[in-house]
């Protein structure tokens, strides 16, 4: 796909739409001439060269890859319309392709009839299923793991809710007898369980928290923002080496979240909540005296906390998931190649003798560190740091390169033999969240390697 063929045809698609309505002028108040145009939009290029290359197997750092050109002709000829997917006077046919694209997410975790739509983000996406928690247990709290993504306890603040923070175990994930010692208590009305923590990738065992949950008389809301699009593999017969039981089990919980803008291919601003029960809408119910005129359906806005909402990421998304549908074979095939090549660099980090593993990846996060002597926090911390600062600013052959925060406690477990002259050290962590990273990987690793002994030379 050439975006140079098909974005012109993106405003082929609009004129022969507006021809319909005949002729208009534009207000003189804001037209503006190439003329004007030519020298701003050269100033506006040169700003956009601050950037990074998330598209590019270079860039191995955070959750952050370029849409796929699929996503981006669907979302800029949608745009052109500018529909807004809030009602469906604001944009009937994106609406609807935003309904099928939620069936289309709902069946990837094997629910039955799910109640859902797309959000702007994932924190949108969990702060709605935490709303509907809140309504359905109102004097009841929260309990999510330490590792889950930060916004779960700011949503909880921002809702008034109580949030029981639960420790995790040796792999980064939600420590089971904990879990219901603070069950046992009654205060929790629904468990946040995560699939891909953003930190390491980390699986919650679903499985034991939902019937644990239930037990209780508790919720279970899924946050598989990062994660979610693994249950293609989880839930196929050839799983890459996932353990099926976490993912057998969202089909049982009661909501999930899952961000099509991080492996979904898409562009910022799509999220998505799904709910198990098609009742829990009536969490939504209100009147607007200005919309909800055309369907006797519900609207997509009658079901969100938010209002206006881009029609043309459903656009993206759907025309995405046309080419590359959600089964193994379509986009499971990226997934595995992701997770290929997580695999095969945590082997190869493992028989390195300048980088050591820091934890065997769950999904497609790995992270490392250099093997420096002596191996203690401060000196792994500024090792890391080097190697982050070097891998980027190198003049030639960068490499970009992300690090996470890893307490004494948490990076003893893992590695015993370190010496805590500190509270807390960085660890390098590469998101292998293009199947690129598989064709690049023995490059990726040697030219890690390089910079780690370059890094621990220099101490
Ligand atoms: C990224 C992420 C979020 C937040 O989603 P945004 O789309 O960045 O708002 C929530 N939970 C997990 C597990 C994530 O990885």
């Known amino acids: ?82 529909p ?34 797309l959000t702007t983000s994932g924190t949108m996406a969990n702060l709605e299923a935490l709303y509907v928690a809140r309504q359905s247990h109102p004097d009841r709290g929260v309990a999510y793991s330490s590792e889950c993504h930060y916004t779960h306890e700011r949503m909880c603040h921002v809702l008034g809710m109580e949030g029981h923070r639960v420790p ?23 468990v946040v369980v995560t699939l891909g923590t953003t930190g390491l990738g980390a699986v919650d065992e679903v499985h034991e928290v939902l019937p644990m949950a239930r037990r209780h008389g508790a919720r279970v809301h899924v946050d598989a923002a990062y994660g979610g699009f693994y249950a293609l593999l989880g839930r196929s017969a ?22 099509p803008h991080k492996h979904g291919l898409q562009p910022y601003g799509c999220g998505a909540v799904l709910f198990n029960d098609p009742g829990a809408g009536r969490h939504f119910a209100h009147d607007s005296p200005y919309t909800y005129f055309t369907q006797a359906e519900l609207h997509l806005g009658e079901i969100s906390l938010e209002c206006s909402r881009a029609g043309a990421a459903a656009a993206g998304l759907w025309l995405t998931l046309q080419l590359l549908p959600l089964n193994r074979e379509g986009f499971g095939e990226m997934l595995a190649a992701s997770r290929r090549a997580a695999l095969r660099w945590a082997d190869l980090l493992a ?60 990076f003893a477990r893992r590695h015993p033999r370190i010496v805590r002259d500190a509270g807390a050290a960085r660890v390098m962590r590469s998101v292998l969240i293009k199947p690129e990273a598989e064709l690049r990987l023995d490059r990726l690793h040697a030219r890690v ?9 220099r101490q």
């Open 1 to 82: 796909m050439d975006l140079r063929y098909w974005l012109p045809r993106a405003v082929d698609v609009f004129e022969r739409f507006g021809e319909r309505f005949g002729p208009f002028t534009a207000h003189p108040s804001h037209r503006i001439d190439d003329a004007a145009f030519t020298p701003v939009f050269e100033r506006f290029a040169k700003r956009l060269d601050d950037n990074y290359p998330f598209f590019h197997p270079s860039y191995a750092g955070q959750m952050v890859k370029a849409p796929h050109p699929a996503a981006v002709v669907g979302y800029v000829t949608a745009m052109l319309f500018n």
């Open 449 to 457: 390697e390089q910079l780690a002994a370059l890094a621990a030379g």
């Open 238 to 259: 050839d799983p890459v080496g996932l353990d099926p039981r976490p993912w057998a089990a969202v089909a049982g919980c009661d909501s999930v979240v899952v961000d």
């Open 84 to 117: 807004n997917n809030h009602a469906a006077e604001g944009g009937p046919a994106t609406t609807e392709m935003e309904r099928e694209c939620v069936a289309s997410l709902g069946a990837m975790f094997g629910l039955k009839e799910p109640l859902g739509h």
């Open 351 to 410: 028989g390195s003798d300048v980088l050591e593993l820091y934890q065997r990846p769950d999904l497609d996060i790995v992270t490392y560190v250099p093997a420096v002597r002596p191996f203690s926090l401060l000196s792994v911390d500024a090792a890391c740091e080097r190697l982050l600062h070097e891998g980027m600013y190198a003049a030639d052959d960068p490499v970009f390169l992300s690090v996470l925060r890893a307490d004494a406690d948490a």
């Open 168 to 190: 995790v175990d040796a792999r980064g994930r939600i420590e089971l007898e904990a879990l219901e010692r603070l069950l046992a208590t009654g205060r929790v009305g629904t």
